[in-house]
């Protein structure tokens, strides 16, 4: 079967940096993708990747390794905004797209 | 730019009534179409997915029913609804299978 695994929930400081983790197995690979979600909101768009290493932007990274099917978005200098659910989810070689049930990601002051 | 609409944002419905949600997109053609539901602190199921119209492609067996009567409006209907059926519905496009999917605001479905 096909599975996505992501921590439940993770605690961090603001102006610290956390990083959330994603193992995948699935049939085939192309692409994974990271969401952001508030509570009460729809998912929005973070990252894509398709190709092994580390793509940037702004105080958001994600990374990707295709040989041992991880992937994770590190985040920094965290705000208090940032508290929210991140989801992981991987196309599969149907181009369908699966799922991880998100991490919960809570900022203190 | 492309826009994803949806509505309505809030429903309450009594067990047995019927739903229509719709969703509709601005600014783009052919898009791949989608329907989700989260239940509350959970991950997004998808419940039907339209690469064109009249396209319909049914993930998860249930009293749901999708429609794609033209290229950019997507309705996800039932003729009669369970308790079961409560929980966020999503809408969301993309420009080809493996390319991002960008969300409508969603609406949260309570069945009383």
């Known amino acids: 079967g096909q599975n996505i695994d992501q921590p439940t929930e993770m605690t961090a400081t603001e102006g610290a940096i956390v990083q959330i983790n994603c193992t995948y197995q699935t049939s085939g690979f192309n692409g994974l993708f990271w969401y952001q979600q508030h509570a009460g909101e729809a998912p929005t768009f973070l990252s894509y990747?398709?190709l092994d290493g580390l793509e940037e932007k702004g105080r958001f990274s994600s990374f990707l390794s295709r040989s041992k099917g991880y992937s994770y978005l590190l985040l920094k200098e965290l705000q208090m905004k940032d508290s929210a659910s991140y989801l992981c989810?991987?196309?599969?070689?149907?181009?369908?797209?699966?799922w991880g049930a998100g991490t919960k990601l809570i900022i203190k002051p | 730019s492309q826009t994803i609409h949806q509505w309505p944002a809030t429903l309450v419905q009594p067990v047995g009534s019927p739903l229509s949600l719709e969703c509709t997109v601005e600014g783009t053609s052919n898009p791949n179409l989608y329907w989700y539901r989260q239940a509350a602190g959970r991950g997004l199921q998808l419940l039907f997915y339209?690469?064109?119209?009249?396209?319909i492609s049914s993930e998860v067996p249930q009293n749901l029913s999708a429609s794609r009567p033209q290229d950019r409006q997507f309705i996800l209907s039932s003729k009669k609804l369970l308790l079961s059926d409560s929980g966020f519905y999503l809408c969301?496009?993309?420009?080809?299978?493996?390319?991002?999917?960008?969300f409508g605001d969603g609406t949260r479905l309570s069945i009383l």
């Open positions: 339209s690469v064109g119209i009249g396209q």
């Open positions: 969301a496009w993309s420009d080809r299978a493996q390319g991002p999917q960008h």
């Open positions: 990747n398709v």
């Open positions: 989810a991987v196309v599969d070689s149907n181009y369908q797209l699966i």
